[in-house]
């Protein structure tokens, strides 16, 4: 009897058995970062990456901006949106750049506070010579986390590149997919491979 087939059927099983599971962690620590950078920070449990997409709310201002901490800042002047950089970056040390410098181009008045979701299922990559709100694809692809353990802490790394003109985070929301294997699946291929095993020994 040919048992490789039998094998490889029940290894796809087993894979197949895997359980998708949403992980979500958040941060609403305010800061305002002006040719300065700073981190927030996200623990999330253990399991095999299979998507990632971040939501950040944040607010690039001209100097002197209008408006008190919290609210849309929005000057008279330009906001230098090339200054912007944010990253993130996983347990294991991989880094993803979301917005890196000069990803925007031009020096357009302050949008004020907004929100925008970094997916790479997102139509169009962030950037341009106008800053707006809404879903976009990364500078670097957030599948790069794919595959590794989504275990401990992440961090999104903050910076304004530029004195004047200052960075104001907001919060940010940090969801992960894991595929996490079911035991009793996993054990029951375990089992059956190793009857097979018992079964060829006997055969030969």
């Known amino acids: 009897m040919n048992f ?7 290894l796809m099983a087993g894979a197949a058995s895997a359980n998708a ?3 979500t962690a958040s941060d609403s ?3 305002s970062f002006d040719s300065s950078s ?11 990456v299979s998507d990632v997409n971040i939501t950040i709310e944040f607010a690039k201002c001209d100097d002197p901006s209008i ?10 002047g330009f906001s230098f949106d090339r200054e912007i950089v944010f990253s993130l ?3 294991l040390g991989t880094t993803v750049r979301l917005i890196a410098q000069d990803t925007y181009s031009g020096s357009t008045p302050g949008a004020g506070r907004l929100s925008i979701t970094f997916d790479d299922s997102a139509a169009n990559q962030v950037g341009g010579s106008v800053l707006t709100g809404g879903t976009f694809r990364g ?6 986390f794919n595959g590794q353990d989504a275990g401990g802490v992440w961090t999104l790394f903050i910076q304004d590149t530029v004195g004047a003109d200052r960075l104001d ?6 969801n992960v997919t894991t595929d996490v294997p079911e035991p009793a699946s996993m054990a029951l291929a375990g089992l059956a491979l190793a009857g097979l095993a018992a079964a060829r020994r006997r055969k030969n």
């Open 4 to 10: 490789k087939p039998l094998m490889a059927a029940l």
């Open 21 to 23: 599971a949403a992980l």
């Open 29 to 31: 620590t305010f800061g």
């Open 38 to 48: 700073g981190i927030r920070t996200f623990t999330l449990g253990s399991g095999n």
């Open 67 to 76: 408006g008190a901490q919290g609210t849309a800042c929005i000057g008279g």
């Open 89 to 91: 970056i996983n347990p």
């Open 139 to 144: 500078v670097d692809a957030l599948s790069a």
């Open 169 to 174: 985070y907001f919060s940010s929301t940090l």
